[in-house]
């Protein structure tokens, strides 16, 4: 069993930054792919960002080269530094783990961009 909790939403202004985290827990071992995802109210859930245990990454054409996606292996963590963020962004982030074949989903953080 997986467990996830996020930190860093919040309030931010359009074109400034957040960070958020996701620290994974349990008994882990070599977790393969982590990710963000969001959903804004009124849509479906969408991929944000990705990235391997090798660390190849992938992203949403919309937030390409404003967000990027890393991780601690040694601390099973994933981040999103969010930079130039738009109103757009606006959502619930849900960290995601894939682990041995099974799908681990974060409580949600809101993040909200103000104009």
């Known amino acids: 069993q997986v467990q996830l909790v996020e930190s860093g939403g919040g309030l931010v202004q359009a074109g400034g930054s957040l960070r958020l985290s996701c620290a994974a827990s349990?008994?882990?071992?070599?977790?393969?792919?982590m990710g963000w995802y969001r959903q804004a109210p009124g849509k479906q859930r969408e991929l944000v960002a990705a990235?391997?245990?090798?660390?190849?990454?992938n992203y949403a054409a919309s937030v390409k080269g404003r967000f990027t996606i890393s991780r601690d292996n040694a601390k099973n963590t994933v981040f999103l530094q969010m930079n130039s963020v738009k109103f757009e962004d606006t959502a619930v982030y849900y960290c995601?783990?894939?682990?041995?074949?099974?799908?681990?989903w974060g409580q949600g953080t809101q993040v909200t961009v103000s104009s």
């Open positions: 349990g008994s882990i071992f070599s977790i393969d792919s």
């Open positions: 995601h783990v894939y682990y041995r074949w099974s799908s681990y």
């Open positions: 990235i391997t245990g090798g660390g190849s990454t």
